[in-house]
């Protein structure tokens, strides 16, 4: 399975940051979920959201005002909106899918995105 | 919402030694979903242990996980090159992934 992250690397304060996942040698319709995590420079890994196929999603309690997880099943891709953004959501965003029991099995390569004016 | 914490935040080792990573709970977790990764200087962190000490195809056995309640411990056996990394632990919860701080191991 492979994972890809694409989007704009640098977003302005205030705006809508958006990142596309495109998976392949898999079909995003299989029994797993999808999902996002970020790591900002030097820090730990943050949990953002999950989504399944069929559209159901879970969000982290602490930015599920702003995130919005979406699948597009047909171009085998899901998406990350994260609206409002400051300096603090600078981080490397990784596309991931969720394994048994809940691990990460798979993982993008990353996408280092800055929010700066 | 559960906590981790790690420590220590950084180990000293030497290629063939023992390295013993402590990951703690801030409440008691079911084994089933705690995990542990390894992540090599700008790479994206690797699955190594699953359901607390079950080991993924693949990964050398010189990797163990143990423990259980809020204690939980990763052991590498003999350092090799590519062990000098960061390494979390991570549960998940409700809907809810949470990572632990992580725990450097450095070159003595």
């Known amino acids: 399975v492979k994972l890809q992250e694409s989007g704009p690397r640098l977003v302005k304060p205030s705006e809508t940051l958006s990142l596309t996942c495109s998976v392949s040698?898999?079909?995003?319709?299989?029994?797993?979920?999808w999902g996002w995590l970020r790591q900002p420079p030097g820090k730990t890994l943050e949990y953002i959201g999950t989504v399944y196929h069929a559209g159901q999603t879970f969000y982290n309690p602490s930015l599920s005002s702003r995130v919005t997880i979406s699948v597009d099943s047909s171009r085998n891709q899901f998406s990350l909106n994260l609206q409002s953004v400051t300096a603090a959501d600078t981080a490397k965003y990784y596309c991931?899918?969720?394994?048994?029991?809940?691990?990460?099995?798979?993982w993008g390569q990353g996408a280092l995105v800055t929010v700066s004016s | 919402e559960v906590e981790l914490t790690q420590s220590p935040g950084t180990l000293s080792g030497s290629l063939g030694e023992r390295a013993t990573l402590s990951c703690r709970a801030s409440?008691?977790?079911?084994?089933?979903?705690l995990a542990w990764y390894r992540q090599q200087p700008g790479q994206a962190p690797r699955l190594l242990i699953f359901?607390?000490?079950n080991r993924v195809t693949g990964i050398p056995d010189r990797f163990s996980g143990s423990g259980s309640g809020t204690e939980f411990t990763l052991t590498i056996n003999r350092l090799e090159p590519e062990d000098f990394a960061m390494y979390y632990c991570q549960y998940y919860d409700y809907s809810v992934l949470t990572f632990g701080g992580g725990t450097k191991v450095e070159i003595k």
């Open positions: 409440q008691s977790l079911n084994s089933k979903y």
């Open positions: 040698d898999d079909s995003i319709t299989t029994n797993f979920y």
């Open positions: 359901g607390a000490s």
């Open positions: 991931v899918r969720f394994g048994d029991w809940w691990v990460v099995d798979f």
